[in-house]
């Protein structure tokens, strides 16, 4: 076949799809004329495509266990002392025999585990001898004990087992009653706790590895198996970090899927997914279906449903609610840290419930008084961080440290105080004074790595003490603004300060919950929102927006009349409204900003910040309205921001915060007489030209000036081609993209530039469209799509992307339209139609954009009738 | 970083984002070991009703070698798109031994009895193999998408980012190159 005949069944193949179903095959008539391989080519796929199910859907890994070899050939095999008589089971470990001791000397039935990896150093195989005999010296009534291990002749390892005959631990529970459960978990707890004690952990806990006997006693397998196979698959010794073997992600801690250390914590998690499942007969997450990136963000991100939550009428979850429900929740917590401190500590709340007392264990929203624990036990704690460490690098290590701890404890705590000081020093005194330094970014770049390194080596050691804490989370959200506060000179790191911030965040979560810290918690989930909404993540930017107002909300009905407060909770209210606004969510918007405006006049009205705020959300009002096609309530709430700002302009002509604030004002007010009032939208522009090149001159390295002076520049540029100067557009327009190109060469990570950039190239299209040069303005539009499509492939929450996309879309595919090329037009206009469509069924449309699909449809049709 | 570490998938990725030039072919052949021997672990070992799912292997093979907080969605993407191609050869050349096997008769009973699962429609994977190698030769793009999707398990959004075009062109690659397999492989 050749590739234009391919492409052609290809097209129709598409467009006879786009048709309703009982048109299609009079539309293939049409469409074919006479050609009857293309008519029979396409009829057969359209059957096949009718299929309900396709075969390459499954993914191969339907088909693929066709290729599975049998493990027939076992049976009847000796393996050391053993003989194999069946198999009686499969994992991911490998495949477990019934065998049975053959050398007469006594009559023993094993689990025998056969892995079919071959030593390849001797090195290794003295490791999985040394780590075998650990195993092996357990000796618990609830653990399966580790027999034999050796070599086969033919190369495979294998493991001899203590033969278990029961049920697996989930069909047992099933008929217990709640305090018959917590009793069977307890002995689980106890096993698992001995193991710890012995420097063993599970690593791969998981109720089909627990099974009950017919006496009714748990018996936990594999213990500590998932460590020696993976270092034995890894086929290197060295690599003790983890790599894990066993993938059971369901009932894998957060730290397991990020491949960070394995340690008692994460077992602790795992029980934790254990006994939920067995009290609630559901896992916490929903894996289902999930891509491995969903799975690894469900897993580290998003809590799980409460206990009492789960909605299934033949749980009796009142029963969970409370102690219960808190104790598995905090087995289950992301930070290792604010897990139970060990496993004993689980099994005691759990007793303590059975025995009606107070439970250690409190929401996550109550304050966490674990740190006051360690702060009062200090020797306990430090004994207990050994215990890790041992389990991670090793006894010897461990051991080495703990003797050497009392000699080194006083220069260590010299130390400590000294990295305190200087990275205090390196973030609040020498980080702002470099920050306006033309050219400094370099310096700063290093200096937020350095003091990332000492914080975070400080943060570690350093979980008891509050005060440091409290300075450590103000330290780490020091770094982020520099890496990425959008209202300050940053790194343009976006994600980096997201991390930064995020670490600030959970330090501030364990802080005792006073009013101030409460405050503090606030403004972080505020600047975590800030730094998303930059990132147009628009959906998680939200979220931590809600959570900042909920702490306000809290804290201002306690004490209503804090004035401060109160103007921290409307600018979160605003950050939140133009949040939705970005969104297309104006309906949402405007009553917020209606609000924020009512409640401003509470405020020190003669305050210039207050002023301030109140010009920038009445133009935020203003703005919102006119998209909405409410013009004039627009123009009414918008001429109130303009008289506020122009007074404030007057009186403070040298305060760079006061000059931002009237920019925005500007610009807001000119963008919402586009297209109706264009001469005096481009008065504003020009007013907001003249504003960023003062601010320029006052400082030239001032980036965001810069980038206020490209985009006053373009919107110059839009009010001139509305008001056809076209060559004075055109000028206005070139000299805007050469800010933003040099702009995006020295922050290529930045989207909004990208966006901007985007937006302005629709606008040179424009310009060239009116000036008939239909090449000219096919390229820019062209560009425009392919900076909206990088945008929008970052992040699928970005609506607006996705409908600046679709419009450019539009405009490529009518100008193609116009040129001839109908193939590629209806490419164009069909791509475009598919992604309004989609934000349609999103409720993602504002009414503004609802003409673009009928725009659409038209173009179509008329295509379609021409073709 | 240290780029002489050898085996650092982490680090080889970024290279591959950054556009290093011997990074891929560094990356394929350290995946390629990795997934192999998985493959090898899963074929001998794994439960018949819980059969070989080489996309959980990528997955496994992916979240054993990258530390994917140092990775970006960019990169990570490539190397499914590696382990994509390594996944077909692996299946591929398992498939040709089972042939061969069913051919001179010796395992054919034992080997079905093991195998104890019905898929329905079956689908065999060499003529599989053969449709898309057919197709390699008169739509690249198209061929490749699938290679992504049905052997590395990519979603629609993943194949996008590796191919460097929009979800859109994929989804409606997709629709075709379904049915027109569809239509291939129960062609009698």
Same mark, same amino acid.
């Given at each position: 076949?050749?590739?234009?005949?391919?492409?052609?069944?290809?097209?129709?193949?598409?467009?006879?799809?786009?048709?309703?179903?009982?048109?299609?095959?009079?539309?293939?008539?049409?469409?074919?004329?006479?050609?009857?391989?293309?008519?029979?080519?396409?009829?057969?796929?359209?059957?096949?495509?009718?299929?309900?199910?396709?075969?390459? *859907?499954?993914?191969?890994?339907?088909?693929?266990?066709?290729?599975?070899?049998?493990?027939?050939?076992?049976?009847?095999?000796?393996?050391?002392?053993? #003989?194999?008589?069946?198999?009686?089971?499969?994992?991911?470990?490998?495949?477990?025999?019934?065998?049975?001791?053959?050398?007469?000397?006594?009559?023993?039935?094993?689990?025998? #585990?056969?892995?079919?990896?071959?030593?390849?150093? $001797?090195?290794?195989?003295?490791?999985?001898?040394?780590?075998?005999?650990?195993?092996?010296?357990?000796?618990?009534?609830?653990?399966?004990?580790?027999?034999?291990? $050796?070599?086969?002749?033919?190369?495979?390892?294998?493991?001899?087992?203590?033969?278990?005959?029961?049920?697996?631990?989930?069909?047992?529970?099933?008929?217990?009653?709640?305090?018959?459960?917590?009793?069977?978990?307890?002995?689980?707890?106890?096993?698992?706790?001995?193991?710890?004690?012995?420097?063993?952990?599970?690593?791969?806990?998981?109720?089909?590895?627990?099974?009950?006997?017919?006496?009714?006693?748990?018996?936990?397998?594999?213990?500590?198996?998932?460590?020696?196979?993976?270092?034995?698959?890894?086929?290197?010794?060295?690599?003790?970090?983890?790599?894990?073997?066993?993938?059971?992600?369901?009932?894998?801690?957060?730290?397991?899927?990020?491949?960070?250390?394995?340690?008692?914590?994460?077992?602790?998690?795992?029980? $934790?997914?254990?006994?939920?499942?067995?009290?609630?007969?559901?896992?916490?997450?929903?894996?289902?279906?999930?891509?491995?990136?969903?799975?690894?963000?469900?897993?580290?991100?998003?809590?799980?449903? %409460?206990?009492?939550?789960?909605?299934?009428?033949?749980?009796?979850?009142?029963?969970?609610?409370?102690?219960?429900?808190?104790?598995?929740?905090?087995?289950?917590? #992301?930070?290792? *840290?604010?897990?139970? !401190?060990?496993?004993?500590?689980?099994?005691?709340?759990?007793?303590?419930?059975?025995?009606?007392?107070?439970?250690?264990?409190?929401?996550?929203?109550?304050?966490?008084?674990?740190?006051?624990?360690?702060?009062?036990?200090?020797?306990?704690?430090?004994?207990?961080?050994?215990?890790?460490?041992?389990?991670?690098?090793?006894?010897?290590?461990?051991?080495?440290?703990?003797?050497?701890?009392?000699?080194?404890?006083?220069?260590?705590?010299?130390?400590?105080?000294?990295?305190?000081?200087?990275?205090?020093?390196?973030?609040?005194?020498?980080?702002?004074?470099?920050?306006?330094?033309?050219?400094?970014?370099?310096?700063?770049?290093?200096?937020?790595?350095?003091?990332?390194?000492?914080?975070?080596?400080?943060?570690?050691?350093?979980?008891?003490?509050?005060?440091?804490?409290?300075?450590?989370?103000?330290?780490?959200?020091?770094?982020?603004?520099?890496?990425?506060?959008?209202?300050?000179?940053?790194?343009?790191?976006?994600?980096?300060?997201?991390?930064?911030? !995020?670490?600030?965040?959970?330090?501030?979560?364990?802080?005792?919950?006073?009013? *101030?810290? %409460?405050?503090?918690?606030?403004?972080?989930?505020r600047?975590?929102s800030a730094?998303r909404f930059?990132?147009?993540?628009n959906?998680?930017s939200l979220q931590d927006s809600s959570?900042a107002l909920?702490?306000y909300e809290?804290?201002?009905?306690?004490?209503?009349?804090?004035?401060?407060?109160?103007a921290s909770f409307i600018e979160a209210e605003l950050e939140q409204a133009q949040i939705y606004s970005a969104n297309n969510q104006y309906r949402t918007a405007i009553p917020l900003f209606q609000k924020a405006v009512a409640t401003l006049?509470?405020?020190?009205?003669?305050?210039?910040?207050?002023?301030?705020l109140t010009a920038r959300t009445y133009s935020l009002l203003g703005n919102a309205l006119s998209w909405d096609?409410r013009?004039?309530?627009a123009?009414?709430e918008?001429?109130?921001a303009?008289?506020?700002?122009?007074?404030?302009?007057?009186?403070?002509?040298?305060?760079?915060?006061?000059?931002?604030?009237?920019?925005r004002?500007?610009?807001w007010?000119?963008?919402?007489?586009?297209?109706?009032?264009?001469?005096?939208?481009?008065?504003?522009?020009?007013?907001?030209?003249?504003?960023?090149?003062?601010?320029?001159?006052?400082?030239?390295?001032?980036?965001?000036?810069?980038?206020?002076?490209?985009?006053?520049?373009?919107?110059?540029?839009?009010?001139?081609?509305?008001?056809?100067?076209?060559?004075?557009?055109?000028?206005?327009?070139?000299?805007?993209?050469?800010?933003?190109? *040099?702009?995006?060469?020295?922050?290529?990570?930045?989207?909004?530039?990208?966006?901007?950039?985007?937006?302005?190239?629709?606008?040179?299209?424009?310009?060239?469209?009116?000036?008939?040069?239909?090449?000219?303005?096919?390229?820019?539009?062209?560009?425009?799509?392919?900076?909206?499509?990088?945008?929008?492939?970052?992040?699928?929450?970005?609506?607006l992307?996705?409908?600046?996309?679709?419009?450019?879309?539009?405009?490529?595919?009518?100008?193609?339209?116009?040129? $001839?090329?109908?193939?590629?037009?209806?490419?164009?206009?069909?791509?475009?139609?598919?992604?309004?469509?989609?934000?349609?069924?999103?409720?993602?449309?504002g009414?503004?954009?609802?003409?673009?699909?009928?725009?659409?449809?038209?173009?179509?049709?008329?295509?379609?009738?021409?073709? | 970083?240290?780029?002489?570490?050898?085996?650092?998938?982490?680090?080889?990725?970024?290279?591959?984002?950054?556009?290093?030039?011997?990074?891929?072919?560094?990356?394929? /052949?350290? +995946?390629?070991?990795?997934?192999?021997?998985?493959?090898? /672990?899963?074929?001998?070992?794994?439960?018949?009703?819980?059969?070989?799912?080489?996309?959980?292997? +990528?997955?496994?093979?992916?979240?054993?070698?990258?530390?994917?907080?140092?990775?970006?969605?960019?990169?990570?993407?490539?190397?499914?798109?590696?382990?994509?191609?390594?996944?077909?050869?692996?299946?591929?050349?398992?498939?040709?031994?089972?042939?061969?096997?069913?051919?001179?008769?010796?395992? &054919?009973?034992?080997?079905?009895?093991?195998?104890?699962?019905?898929?329905?429609?079956?689908?065999?994977?060499?003529?599989?193999?053969?449709?898309?190698?057919?197709?390699?030769?008169?739509?690249? &793009?198209?061929?490749?998408?699938?290679?992504? &999707?049905?052997?590395?398990?990519?979603?629609?959004?993943?194949?996008?980012?590796?191919?460097?075009?929009?979800?859109?062109?994929?989804?409606?690659?997709?629709?075709? /190159?379904? /049915?027109?397999?569809? &239509?291939?492989?129960?062609?009698?």
């Open positions: 076949m050749n590739p234009e005949f391919w492409g052609k069944i290809k097209q129709t193949f598409e467009l006879a799809l786009a048709q309703p179903e009982q048109n299609r095959i009079e539309f293939l008539r049409a469409t074919c004329q006479g050609d009857n391989e293309l008519f029979e080519e396409v009829i057969s796929l359209l059957n096949a495509h009718d299929k309900t199910e396709h075969l390459i *859907e499954k993914h191969c890994f339907d088909i693929a266990g066709n290729i599975l070899p049998s493990s027939h050939r076992y049976e009847g095999r000796q393996f050391g002392h053993y #003989k194999i008589i069946r198999e009686i089971g499969r994992g991911g470990m490998g495949a477990v025999f019934l065998a049975e001791r053959s050398d007469g000397e006594f009559q023993q039935k094993v689990a025998l #585990k056969i892995i079919r990896q071959g030593f390849t150093n $001797g090195e290794l195989e003295k490791y999985f001898r040394r780590e075998r005999q650990i195993l092996a010296s357990l000796n618990h009534p609830n653990i399966a004990k580790l027999l034999d291990g $050796g070599v086969s002749e033919t190369g495979e390892l294998f493991l001899a087992m203590e033969f278990i005959e029961g049920e697996t631990l989930l069909a047992f529970a099933e008929s217990l009653s709640l305090g018959e459960k917590l009793g069977l978990f307890l002995k689980i707890c106890g096993a698992v706790a001995y193991a710890h004690r012995n420097l063993v952990v599970h690593r791969d806990l998981k109720p089909s590895n627990i099974l009950v006997t017919r006496g009714n006693e748990p018996k936990l397998l594999d213990f500590g198996l998932a460590k020696l196979l993976d270092e034995n698959l890894l086929d290197d010794v060295t690599q003790t970090q983890t790599a894990f073997r066993a993938l059971t992600p369901a009932y894998a801690s957060p730290e397991q899927l990020r491949g960070a250390s394995v340690t008692t914590a994460s077992d602790i998690y795992s029980l $934790g997914v254990v006994l939920y499942e067995m009290l609630s007969g559901e896992r916490p997450f929903d894996l289902e279906k999930k891509s491995l990136d969903e799975v690894l963000r469900t897993i580290t991100q998003t809590e799980p449903l %409460r206990l009492s939550q789960i909605r299934d009428p033949k749980l009796q979850t009142q029963h969970l609610r409370g102690d219960i429900e808190n104790i598995v929740a905090m087995a289950l917590r #992301k930070e290792p *840290e604010r897990r139970f !401190e060990s496993v004993e500590a689980f099994a005691d709340d759990i007793e303590r419930h059975l025995s009606h007392r107070t439970v250690s264990a409190r929401p996550n929203t109550v304050k966490y008084r674990a740190s006051k624990f360690l702060r009062r036990n200090k020797i306990a704690a430090a004994a207990a961080a050994l215990v890790i460490v041992a389990l991670v690098s090793g006894l010897a290590i461990a051991l080495w440290q703990a003797k050497k701890a009392g000699r080194q404890r006083d220069r260590a705590e010299k130390r400590f105080n000294d990295v305190r000081q200087l990275s205090n020093s390196l973030l609040f005194e020498i980080a702002p004074k470099i920050e306006r330094l033309n050219g400094s970014t370099e310096a700063r770049e290093i200096l937020v790595k350095r003091a990332l390194e000492y914080l975070d080596s400080l943060a570690a050691e350093s979980q008891s003490d509050l005060a440091l804490q409290s300075e450590l989370a103000s330290a780490y959200e020091k770094i982020g603004e520099l890496q990425g506060n959008p209202n300050k000179p940053n790194l343009s790191d976006f994600a980096g300060a997201i991390l930064s911030y !995020e670490k600030a965040n959970a330090i501030r979560r364990r802080l005792p919950v006073t009013p *101030e810290n %409460r405050r503090l918690l606030a403004e972080n989930f600047q975590l730094v930059i990132q147009n993540d959906g998680a959570a909920k702490i809290g804290l201002l009905a306690e004490s209503p009349g804090a004035t401060e407060m109160q006049p509470n405020l020190d009205p003669g305050k210039q910040k207050t002023r301030a096609n013009q004039p309530e123009e009414v918008m001429s109130k303009v008289l506020i700002a122009e007074s404030l302009a007057r009186e403070y002509p040298n305060d760079s915060n006061i000059q931002q604030d009237v920019w004002v500007f610009i007010a000119s963008s919402i007489y586009e297209d109706s009032k264009d001469e005096i939208c481009l008065q504003f522009a020009q007013r907001a030209v003249k504003t960023s090149e003062t601010a320029i001159a006052s400082d030239p390295a001032n980036m965001q000036a810069k980038h206020n002076l490209a985009k006053s520049l373009s919107r110059v540029g839009i009010c001139s081609v509305n008001l056809k100067k076209l060559s004075e557009a055109h000028s206005n327009l070139a000299q805007a993209e050469t800010i933003f190109l *040099e702009l995006i060469n020295k922050e290529p990570k930045n989207r909004i530039y990208q966006n901007d950039l985007g937006k302005l190239y629709t606008r040179f299209g424009d310009t060239k469209q009116k000036q008939h040069d239909l090449n000219g303005a096919l390229s820019a539009f062209q560009r425009s799509v392919g900076l909206f499509e990088a945008i929008a492939q970052t992040d699928e929450r970005n609506t992307a996705r409908r600046d996309l679709a419009q450019s879309l539009k405009s490529v595919g009518l100008i193609q339209l116009e040129l $001839g090329e109908k193939e590629n037009a209806l490419q164009s206009l069909q791509r475009a139609l598919e992604i309004v469509t989609q934000l349609k069924q999103q409720n993602a449309l009414d503004w954009d609802k003409s673009l699909l009928t725009e659409i449809q038209t173009a179509l049709q008329k295509l379609n009738v021409a073709g | 970083m240290n780029l002489t570490k050898p085996k650092d998938v982490t680090v080889l990725l970024n290279a591959v984002g950054a556009g290093d030039e011997s990074a891929p072919e560094e990356l394929l /052949a350290f +995946v390629y070991d990795d997934l192999r021997r998985l493959a090898r /672990a899963h074929f001998a070992n794994e439960k018949p009703d819980h059969t070989l799912q080489p996309t959980a292997l +990528v997955h496994e093979a992916y979240i054993r070698l990258v530390s994917w907080e140092n990775v970006s969605w960019q990169n990570r993407a490539h190397f499914f798109a590696v382990a994509a191609n390594v996944m077909r050869n692996i299946l591929i050349d398992h498939a040709r031994k089972k042939n061969a096997q069913k051919r001179s008769g010796g395992q &054919r009973i034992l080997l079905e009895e093991a195998v104890g699962f019905q898929t329905g429609q079956e689908l065999d994977l060499l003529a599989l193999d053969e449709a898309l190698q057919t197709l390699e030769k008169v739509d690249g &793009r198209q061929a490749k998408i699938v290679e992504l &999707r049905f052997f590395g398990g990519l979603s629609i959004e993943e194949t996008a980012c590796v191919l460097k075009i929009s979800e859109t062109t994929v989804r409606r690659e997709w629709t075709f /190159a379904k /049915a027109w397999f569809q &239509r291939e492989l129960t062609r009698d």
